[in-house]
């Protein structure tokens, strides 16, 4: 039974001062792991790039059943509740927390009508989907909420969701190592910004590509509920949902498949009539890199790719950075330096049960505006819209640039959300000149030997920046004015490879901020975000087979955002029932730091294997009020959160929502 006792403001405080201090630092650290298809494991003298990361999660996916240790439950028990730490979910019971069963505030008599979208079992499951058809309910609804739950047991890899209307991508998660005895886990996501196609009957289309064979025996049971209703809460200001969606894909939903490119082996492209009456237009582009590209980012710079060849194999390069680029008409409109997700095996996979690292059950998209080219895209023409990845090319001393491509592969889907005045208006303008100059990059690499004169270590420092921005004038059907989109971000990694290619460090960090404005044009949007990580991680591989994989993991997100989103700021469920006056809040701001430490050992006759694995996560989530008048920022917390894990156990549970502790239910 776990015990839940009030916020103390002093964990707080150490909180608040870790994240600031990690933010200056420069943010933190990575290093390899392993997760995708079950694959045959590539051995030292074999030409194939791969990741530590990626080499001994395969060994550890099909090793032996991990024995038991004494903190863990036994085979006979109920499954594990596996859960990801997020903010409360509006729903018509009022705030929901992200495990689907604790409701803080409940109404007496909600209203809504729920919809089983899909019921299945993803067993060998590459290129089968569960496809499905959707027809709106007969009741007036202006919010949609799903819920996504899942059993499994048995032994499996961690597995890549995605779940479409059609042609376009709703929502992207991953799945939970299953242990034994099984585990369970429930996800509620707000899936009102695609109102407008959940008005119209759709093709549902949910992909889960599993395998089960004598090794990997784990069937993915899931259900998934879709809940529509009537908010109880008045949104204040804003334009609402987009009248018009435009997916940005491979556009294979009429045949029953998955819409989403795989990049770089295709062309992410779409050529597309824009309609001539938008008013406001917003690309979002959703990224998730596999094989080579899971742990991009502790991937080596090019030039080092072969640098460990002799005693470990190659390494997967284009270095530790990721730029995702949205470009119009082959003109840079936009970039994501994506969020550098660990799923479930990563690492070691005792790091991430039962609390799950961040985003791992909710990845999440990044948005861009692209108002300022409306006048181009409403001028009657066609238009392209291409998302490409890249990563740097270097000349292993002290020169880096942008590369052409990355190792393979990524799965990459966009969609344009547009907003419309009235039909036979036609929006015009003035397209601004771009400023996208190419990214600023400092760049240093080092390689020592050992007294054989065998490549020993590998030290690199890395650190770009980039700054672009369009301003256009345009003029819609009721306004006119400057749109403005602006982005200005920066990249840090102190890394390094050790004990010829087995032991690996990174301090990493990302820190961005993107704002766009429409004076006279009625809208404004702007997001600042922080993404250190730090990964210390060895492993002992010796030539009889004899495994131990150690590792460190700390990780955090600082995200917040202010106006007009196009998805939800997360405030409206703390407004229902009157709990809060949200009214007083411009944006939310998210605070979390998970950090844990794992050890895994397996014997080279695999007869069995043992493992510990111990994490910690403290989760802040506020709404952000108008600077005081000493321009000082303020915020109120709405929901905390600091929980402890031992071996699968919850050891320590803390959680607060609007300031009262909450005590009711084992997770929050």
């Known amino acids: 039974m776990l015990t839940l006792s009030l916020t103390n403001d002093g964990v707080r405080a150490l909180f608040t001062k870790w994240i600031l201090l990690a933010t200056l630092a420069g943010m933190s650290l990575a290093h390899p792991d392993a997760r995708y298809p079950p694959q045959k494991i590539i051995e030292k003298d074999t030409k194939v790039a791969r990741s530590p990361f990626a080499k001994f999660k395969d060994i550890v996916a099909g090793g032996a059943i991990e024995a038991p240790t004494s903190s863990a439950p036994d085979a006979t028990s109920t499954p594990l509740e596996c859960f990801q730490?997020?903010?409360?979910?509006?729903?018509?019971?009022?705030?929901?927390?992200n495990d689907g069963v604790n409701a803080p505030a409940a109404d007496p008599a909600p209203v809504g009508s729920t919809v089983v979208l899909m019921e299945h079992p993803f067993a060998n499951s590459y290129g089968a989907p569960f496809v499905g058809n959707y027809t709106p309910p007969d009741y007036d609804f202006d919010h949609v909420v799903i819920n996504f739950t899942v059993l499994v047991k048995g032994r499996q890899y961690d597995r890549t969701g995605v779940f479409y209307l059609g042609d376009t991508e709703v929502w992207r998660t991953s799945t939970a190592e299953p242990t034994p005895y099984g585990i369970r886990w429930v996800w509620l996501k707000d899936l009102t910004p695609f109102l407008s196609l959940w008005k119209q009957p759709q093709t549902?289309?949910?992909?889960?590509?599993?395998?089960?064979?004598?090794?990997?025996?784990?069937?993915?049971?899931?259900?998934?509920?879709?809940?529509?209703?009537?908010?109880?809460?008045?949104?204040?200001?804003?334009?609402?949902?987009?009248?018009?969606?435009?997916?940005?894909?491979?556009r294979t939903g009429s045949a029953g498949q998955p819409s989403q490119f795989?990049?770089?082996?295709?062309?992410?492209?779409n050529t597309v009539s824009f309609p001539r009456n938008a008013n406001r237009a917003v690309f979002t582009v959703d990224v998730k890199g596999q094989g080579d590209e899971e742990f991009w980012w502790s991937n080596v710079p090019q030039s080092a790719v072969h640098t460990f060849e002799a005693e470990y194999g190659l390494y997967p390069g284009y270095s530790p950075f990721r730029e995702v680029q949205v470009l119009i008409d082959g003109q840079l409109a936009g970039v994501d330096w994506p969020f550098p997700v660990i799923y479930t095996g990563?690492?070691?996979?005792?790091?991430?049960?039962?609390?799950?690292?961040?985003?791992?059950?909710?990845?999440?998209?990044?948005?861009i505006d692209i108002t300022p080219w409306l006048p181009l895209l409403c001028d009657g023409n066609d238009h392209t819209f291409e998302i490409k990845i890249l990563g740097l090319d270097d000349d292993g001393v002290s020169s880096a640039h942008l590369s052409s491509t990355t190792d393979s592969e990524w799965y990459v889907t966009g969609k344009i959300f547009v907003w419309l005045d009235d039909e036979g208006s036609i929006t015009t303008g003035v397209l601004g000149n771009p400023y996208n100059s190419d990214p600023s990059i400092a760049f240093s690499q080092r390689i020592t030997q050992n007294a054989t004169g065998a490549n020993e270590t590998l030290d690199y420092t890395l650190a770009v920046t980039r700054t672009l921005?369009?301003?256009s004038y345009v003029k819609s059907q009721n306004g006119e004015g400057t749109a403005t989109w602006s982005q200005s971000l920066s990249y840090s990694n102190n890394g390094g490879v050790y004990a010829q290619g087995?032991?690996?460090?990174?301090?990493?960090?990302?820190?961005?901020?993107?704002?766009?404005?429409?004076?006279?044009?009625?809208?404004?949007?702007?997001?600042?975000?922080?993404?250190?990580?730090?990964?210390?991680s060895s492993a002992d591989y010796s030539p009889e087979g004899n495994l131990t994989l150690r590792a460190d993991l700390n990780q955090s997100l600082i995200y917040e955002v202010r106006g007009d989103s196009v998805f939800p700021a997360g405030l409206e469920a703390f407004a229902a029932g009157n709990a809060t006056d949200t009214a007083q809040f411009v944006g939310s701001r998210l605070e979390t730091s998970k950090?844990?430490?794992?050890?895994?050992?397996?014997?080279?006759?695999?007869?069995?294997?043992?493992?510990?694995?111990?994490?910690?996560?403290?989760?802040?989530?506020?709404?952000?009020?108008?600077?005081?008048?000493?321009?000082?920022?303020?915020?109120?917390?709405?929901?905390?959160?600091?929980?402890?894990?031992?071996?699968?156990?919850?050891?320590?549970?803390?959680?607060?929502?609007?300031?009262?502790?909450?005590?009711?239910?084992?997770?929050?």
């Open 346 to 367: 990563g690492v070691v996979p005792q790091l991430h049960r039962p609390i799950v690292g961040l985003q791992a059950f909710d990845i999440k998209e990044h948005q």
């Open 204 to 250: 549902v289309i949910f992909d889960l590509e599993n395998i089960v064979d004598s090794t990997y025996t784990g069937i993915l049971n899931t259900t998934l509920t879709a809940t529509f209703f009537k908010s109880p809460v008045a949104v204040a200001g804003g334009a609402g949902p987009a009248d018009l969606i435009i997916p940005i894909s491979e």
């Open 595 to 668: 950090n844990g430490t794992a050890l895994y050992q397996r014997p080279a006759d695999n007869s069995f294997s043992t493992g510990v694995g111990s994490s910690h996560q403290i989760f802040s989530f506020r709404g952000v009020k108008d600077e005081d008048d000493d321009g000082a920022p303020s915020s109120t917390e709405l929901y905390f959160r600091d929980v402890s894990a031992y071996n699968d156990t919850v050891t320590d549970n803390t959680v607060a929502l609007l300031g009262k502790s909450v005590s009711d239910g084992a997770q929050a």
């Open 469 to 471: 921005s369009v301003s």
């Open 85 to 97: 730490v997020a903010e409360p979910v509006l729903t018509p019971q009022g705030p929901a927390f």
């Open 262 to 269: 795989t990049y770089p082996d295709q062309n992410a492209t």
């Open 502 to 536: 087995f032991d690996n460090i990174n301090t990493f960090g990302i820190a961005g901020a993107d704002a766009a404005t429409g004076a006279g044009l009625g809208f404004s949007y702007s997001a600042s975000y922080s993404y250190p990580l730090y990964c210390s």
